[in-house]
């Protein structure tokens, strides 16, 4: 069975600082894909980024980009030059070729200091 | 390209009532994936069609049932209402033969069930 762990309820960071997220996952699965969804106020889930397992380079997407640690199951989020939009509901989630279902985390909710 | 659209937006119905919800696949997706979201909660997978079939289901009792039309349209029916039913319903769409396995979501259907 999948399981994906968030255990940061809330994180704030000021304005056009960094902030790290944290998510930790388990699969018993070979092939499986790790992403990352913000889901602001407004409840539309949003594709932030993916992390193919087979991959060794960490995915990278503008101001976006994880650390991801195979070995640790490990996949955490780093969001640079942080700004007022990033604050929202952060959810880590693993998906396996099998099932094809993402199982999500608890969430994060990050907030942003002006 | 037209997003994934849901339908109705907010609802409110008595336990024991049944309800259908509405959900529109992003053009070009021929998979579409139901969620439930409590509050304060990650969203659970409830399950997925593909090609007109059901293809995965989790852990959701038999009064969720799902169709999917030939346009990948797709609804989520709930008979025998519950009070713990009350949660967002969140749809999402993905092309399941391009391997990319990345999921769209809408921007779901708040239900009350009162």
């Known amino acids: 069975a999948q399981t994906v762990t968030q255990s940061q309820p809330e994180m704030s960071v000021q304005e056009a600082e960094t902030v790290t997220l944290s998510c930790t996952y388990d699969?018993?699965?070979?092939?499986?894909?790790l992403f990352w969804y913000k889901q602001p106020p407004s409840r539309q889930m949003i594709l932030v980024i993916r992390?193919?397992?087979?991959?060794?380079q960490n995915a990278t997407e503008n101001r976006f980009s994880v650390n991801f640690q195979k070995a640790a199951k490990s996949f955490s989020l780093k969001i640079s030059d942080s700004q007022l939009g990033d604050a929202a509901m952060y959810f880590c989630a693993s998906l396996t070729e099998g099932a094809q279902k993402l199982v999500f985390g608890q969430g994060t909710r990050l907030t942003i200091n002006p | 390209e037209t997003g994934v659209t849901q339908s109705p937006t907010h609802l409110i119905k008595t336990r024991g009532q049944q309800v259908t919800l509405r959900c529109s696949s992003q053009s070009g997706h021929n998979t579409v994936s139901w969620y439930q979201q409590a509050l304060g909660q990650g969203p659970q997978f409830i399950f997925q069609?593909?090609?007109?079939?059901?293809?995965g289901r989790g852990n959701f009792p038999p009064r969720f049932s799902g169709l999917q039309f030939p346009n990948y349209s797709s609804e989520l029916n709930v008979n025998a209402l519950e009070l713990d039913d009350s949660a967002l319903y969140l749809c999402a769409s993905s092309h399941r033969d391009t391997l990319r396995y990345e999921q769209y979501f809408g921007p779901g259907t708040r239900l009350t069930v009162t």
């Open positions: 069609y593909y090609r007109e079939e059901e293809n």
């Open positions: 699969t018993s699965e070979s092939d499986y894909y």
């Open positions: 992390q193919e397992a087979y991959k060794q």
